[in-house]
């Protein structure tokens, strides 16, 4: 069994404060995807507690953005970027191919942008998800994984107050349009969504502002997408939500799945 998890950290150093060690110490997973690391390869390998084989890329404005791959298993490549001209793309991001059980395996940290309605932020994470899409095209053939922060929910059961979000980014048509591309058009598979039930939830995202947390007012916007090879190895998957939100390491929770290969 090969485990892989994804979160968006909020930032390395803060998560690694709030207690993210004593995640990792109990879940151990095999590979581990990271988002909105915020801070230079020095600082990642600082906070990232263990042995692991390490691709990051920083972002482009200090202390914003930032994606890495973590393994226990030997990288026999890496990438990193798109080698896009859109503004903001640099550390959003990166691959790694791995020496797996079941043979080569491709792995990807994406963080794609929040963005903002009617600012050019909007704009620029269309223009981003053009290239991404060309790239799972791409990878749709391989042993290939997606996973990360995507910045969309995809169906009203992927957030809690879906009426009152219809006109926000992250939620609008637009945005989601492209989620059915991939799973349509390419065969990619939304693993959260297949091995965790029809929904609503469960969610991955929660605002620190408010009771967000305690009413489980969240999106669904952290995914692992298996290629169609990948994902019919996929077995298990588990949202790791914190107990309380004392307890959390960020405002996103850890989306664990488990593969046989």
Known sequence: MLTVATVNVNGIRAAARRGMGLWLDERKPDVLLLQEVRGSDEVLTEHLPGDWHL???EGAAKGRAGVAVASRLPFTAVRVGLG???PGDAGRWVEADLEAPGGALTVV???LHSAT????SLDEKY???????VRMAQLADATALVGGDLNIAHREVDLKNWK???KSAGFLPEERAYLDRWFDDLGWRDLGRDLGGPGPGPYTWWSWRGKAYDNDAGWRIDYQLGSPDLARRAVRAQVDRAATY???????APLVVE???
């Open 55 to 57: 691709v990051h890329e």
């Open 164 to 166: 009152g979000n219809l």
């Open 84 to 86: 896009t001209d859109v």
């Open 127 to 133: 223009a981003y998800l053009e290239v991404v899409t």
């Open 109 to 111: 940290s994406a963080y």
């Open 246 to 252: 004392a307890e959390r390491f960020s405002d996103h």
């Open 117 to 120: 309605v009617g600012t050019p």
């Open 259 to 261: 593969y046989d290969l």
